[in-house]
Nanobody, 124 residues
């Protein structure tokens, strides 16, 4: 079984930055892509960004393009989400997820494993 654990969430003023981490543990098979999603209170879970195993391919949702960056260190089994120029609308619970599929990264159902989430709150 694969476990994912997010960390790094917190309270930050608008315009500030946070870096989330997602540690992957357990038995993984082969290469897996990683995605980040977020869910605001009362809203659907939405795609934030994703990164391929070798970090060659990265995609981002339009609302975060130019402000967020995803990276990974496979030697540490860790994926990062650097969030800059944060806005109040970025508030929510942030989840990391792992998938062995090569397509469909923007869709939650494409992912095989999920973390429990970490809260990010941006105040103005």
């Amino acid at each position: 079984q694969v476990q994912l654990a997010e960390s790094g969430g917190g309270l930050v003023q608008a315009g500030g930055s946070l870096r989330l981490s997602c540690a992957v543990s357990g038995r993984t098979y082969g290469s897996y892509a990683m995605g980040w999603f977020r869910q605001a209170a009362g809203k659907e879970r939405e795609f934030v960004g994703a990164i391929s195993w070798g970090s060659v391919n990265k995609i981002y949702a339009d609302p975060v393009k130019g402000r967020f960056g995803i990276s990974r260190d496979n030697s540490k089994n860790t994926v990062y989400l650097q969030m800059n120029s944060l806005k109040p609308e970025d508030t929510g619970v942030y989840y990391c997820a792992a998938t062995y599929t090569l397509t469909g990264w923007v869709v939650p159902r494409s992912y095989d494993y999920w973390g429990q989430g970490t809260q990010v709150t941006v105040f103005s």
